[in-house]
């Protein structure tokens, strides 16, 4: 009994002793691992090349194809309820006229409803309420430009009191038809400026190692002014709307090995 007794306690103590061990190998395990995983990631580039890192960009221009322009409905009255009906009233006008003219339901979106009371204020004098103002604004998307003019027209006359706009832009697919030229240029300017360093160096490219996407701009066309033209004397007035051209701009970072 006293010998197992004590051939147990040297027993224990080299189990304890173990484990410790054991967690190092594991935890050197997974390092190991973990680089190994990141040595297959990294690419391969041979002892006697160079990488070359360029960033490049071009842009696309296009005639714009869509217009979108924001319009309302404001109105004032003694009190909360008669405002918003007599905006209702008058912005289901407005509504029906955005339809009459061709606009889908898909390209009309309401951006905004309020009501708000007006104040009078006096001096050393708490404020008074003295009435209430409602407004009801949608954004409207115009798939024919050479409509806009009238479209806004139209929705003056109806009773629109409230027009901002329009703002142009193209639409997806001509935007990614638009997006792919620059790319296209871009990948175009980063190979000429590596056969540039180079020739500089005495070096050839080899070839591509990497390609990524540094961003893509579309700036939106700042907001033209509504011109009114008179076509004559004592006739209706035409509002004169130029679309004129939107930049749309592609960024790529490419990575080139160089040898002799």
Known sequence: MTRLSSSSTPLSFARLSLRPLALAAVLAFGAATAMTA???????????GTLLSVSATSEAKRIPNIATVSTGVVTQAADANAAMRANA?????VVAAIKAAGIAERDIQTSGIS??????YAENQPP???GYQASNNV????RDISKVGKILDSLVATGANQINGPTF??????????????RRGAIEKAQARAELYAKTLGMKVRRIVSVSEGGRFA???PMPMMAM???????????????GENSLSMSLDVVFELGK
């Open 38 to 48: 990141s040595a297959q990631t990294s690419p391969y580039v041979a002892t006697d």
């Open 89 to 93: 009233d008058q912005m289901a006008k």
């Open 115 to 120: 009501l708000n009371p007006q104040y009078r």
């Open 128 to 130: 008074v309420i003295t």
């Open 139 to 142: 954004n409207i998307v115009v």
């Open 169 to 182: 832009d193209l639409d997806d697919k001509d935007k990614d038809a638009a997006f792919d030229e620059a």
């Open 219 to 221: 700036p939106p066309m």
């Open 229 to 243: 033209r008179m076509e004559k004397a004592g006739a209706a007035s035409d509002t004169s709307v130029s679309p």
